[in-house]
């Protein structure tokens, strides 16, 4: 098993560091690095992962769309 930080937490414990399956005998199963629950299988974390990914795009499409140049601050200064 291999320990990473994860853009997820334990639902439990509210960690955010997990184990991560190296091996195909591991059933590729997620676990808890802090409480050692069983979170998920890769798969699932994969699809939660792009999921994820997904929304941030589109936080940032929506910040971007909302934000000016700096002219106003440039002439301030
Ligand atoms: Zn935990």
Redesign the pocket.
């Known amino acids: 098993m291999i320990r990473v930080t994860l853009d997820l937490t334990?639902s439990?414990?509210?960690?955010d560091q997990f184990f991560l399956p190296v091996r195909a005998e591991e059933r590729q199963q997620i676990r808890?690095a802090?409480?050692?629950?069983f979170k998920c299988y890769s798969a699932d974390l994969e699809n939660a992962m792009i999921a994820l990914s997904r929304d941030r795009m589109r936080d940032k499409k929506k910040h971007s769309g909302q934000g000016r140049p700096g002219q106003d601050r440039a002439n301030a200064a």
């Open positions: 334990c439990i414990c509210d960690h808890c802090n409480c050692t629950a």
